[in-house]
């Protein structure tokens, strides 16, 4: 159960983080365009993946080892993270690169969610899979309320500026 806390924990950090930038991201689409649209796209940028790749990231995740299906997922989403701050910072950042970021960020999930959720049974002895089970959902919320509310309370801090 130990590796399991370990894991679900640099998971849940990842996607808290991952749901962060994602807000601040939004904020910034908003400042420099002022308009709705870009949201969708971004949207659909993301959904792509997941449509186009679900049906069978969970086979081949079953064929793969899923240790390293999650790192390399979550490196890939990492270094996504990276270009998007780099071009940030150095005054590059276009929207269209929000559009390629959100696809291969979505890519690199349809692969990692997967993975994670096949490593649970593996990882945890059968006495502890509801807890384990139980965890892993609770981290989809966590996700879904500490995201927007540490990035708002981020945003009021240290805010966001449409241009370097």
Known sequence: MRKFVIIWIGQLISTVGSGMTAFAISIWIYQETGRAAPFVYTALAGSLPVAMFSLFAGALVDRWNRRWVMIAADTGSALCTLAVFFLYTTGHLEVWHIYVNAFFVSLFGTFQIPAFNASVTMLVPARHLTRANGMAQTS???????SPLLAGLLVGVI???ASC
Do not use: F, Y
């Open 140 to 146: 989809a919320s966590l996700d879904g309320l500490l």
């Open 159 to 161: 805010g966001v500026e």
